[in-house]
C-alpha cells in the first residue's frame, strides 16, 4: 500500500486512540504507534501538529498552534482568519524566515545523501522547504480551509513527499512541490465534500418538514411514510432515515390506518 495512505491511517488510527483517553497522548504512545513510519526527529513536530489539530492534547507538547488552534473558529467559504491564526501565522512565517536558506549545491548533497539511505538529512531538507509550502499554501487561501491547515497539510504532505523520494521520482523541486499541493487540494475537497452533504441533508429536512406539514393539512392526518416517499420523489428507507434525524418535523407512523 501507498506510504502516504499508510501513515495518514496511522494518524486517523492515533487520533481515535487518543479519543479514548479523553483526547490525551502522551510522546511515548506516540512512538510506540508510529515507530515504524519515524526515520527523523523532525517528523514528530508535525505529528503533534497534526494532534494538536484534532484537539489532542499531548503531554509536555506546547507551540503557539496549540493556543490559537483552540480558539480559532472554522472558516466558511469566504475564509475569515481569527485573530489567534493570523498571530499564529505571522509568527511561523517569522520562525521559518530565520531558517538558513540551502546554499548552492546543498540539497543536491542532502539528496544524494538520501538516497543513499542517509535519513539524517531528513530535518535539513524540510527546513530547507518550509517556505515553499507556505508560498503555494497562498495559492489555495479563500477556498473553504484556513491558511494555518493549508500550511499543516502542505507540511505533511513535505514530509511524507520526502520519504518517498527515490532515483525514479525526477526533479525533486517538481516532485515535492506535486504532494505539497496534493495535500493541501485533499483537505479543500474533504472540507468541500463535508459542507455539500451537511448542506444536502438540511436542504432534505426542510423539504421532508414542508411536506409533512403539507400533507398533514390536505389529508387532515399523520401522513404515511409512502405518501412522503411519493411526495418527496425519494426511496421510503430514505424518508424514515431522514425522520430519524429530524427532531422537529411532526410524528409519522409507518403502520397508520388510511381514512377511509
Given amino acids: 500500500m501507498d506510504q502516504k495512505i499508510l501513515f495518514q491511517e496511522a494518524l486517523t488510527s492515533l487520533v481515535e486512540f487518543a479519543a479514548t483517553k479523553g483526547n490525551y497522548i502522551t510522546p511515548e504512545e506516540i512512538n510506540l504507534r508510529m515507530k515504524e513510519f519515524i526515520t527523523s526527529d523532525s517528523q514528530y513536530p508535525f505529528i503533534y501538529d497534526y494532534l494538536l489539530a484534532n484537539k489532542i492534547t499531548v503531554e509536555g507538547y506546547k507551540n503557539i498552534k496549540d493556543s490559537s488552534a483552540q480558539n480559532k473558529k472554522q472558516t466558511e467559504s469566504t475564509e475569515k482568519e481569527s485573530t489567534e491564526e493570523s498571530a499564529f501565522i505571522e509568527m511561523y512565517l ?7 536558506p ?14 543513499h539511505g542517509n535519513t539524517d538529512v531528513v530535518n535539513r531538507l524540510v527546513e530547507c522547504h518550509l517556505s515553499m509550502v507556505a508560498d503555494l499554501a497562498k495559492n489555495y487561501r479563500l477556498k473553504g480551509v484556513s491558511f494555518g491547515d493549508l500550511i ?7 514530509m511524507i513527499g520526502i ?26 475537497q474533504e472540507q468541500t465534500h463535508s459542507d455539500q452533504i451537511g448542506t444536502h441533508l438540511a436542504d432534505k429536512l426542510n423539504q421532508l418538514d414542508h411536506v409533512t406539514k403539507q400533507l398533514n393539512e390536505t389529508l387532515g392526518r399523520i401522513p404515511e411514510i409512502s405518501e412522503i416517499s411519493e411526495m418527496m420523489a425519494i426511496p421510503e428507507e430514505q424518508v424514515s432515515l431522514l425522520l430519524k434525524l429530524s427532531l422537529d418535523t411532526l410524528s409519522v407512523s409507518e403502520d397508520a390506518p388510511e381514512n377511509k
Avoid: H, T, V, W
Fill in 102 to 115: 540551502a546554499e548552492n549545491g546543498e540539497i543536491e548533497a542532502l539528496l544524494e545523501k538520501l538516497l
Fill in 152 to 158: 499543516q497539510e502542505g507540511n505533511i504532505g513535505l
Fill in 163 to 188: 520519504s518517498d523520494y527515490n532515483e525514479n521520482c525526477g526533479d525533486f523541486s517538481d516532485f515535492i512541490s506535486k504532494r505539497i499541493c496534493r495535500a493541501m487540494e485533499d483537505i479543500i
Fill in 94 to 100: 517569522s520562525d521559518i524566515s530565520s531558517i538558513p
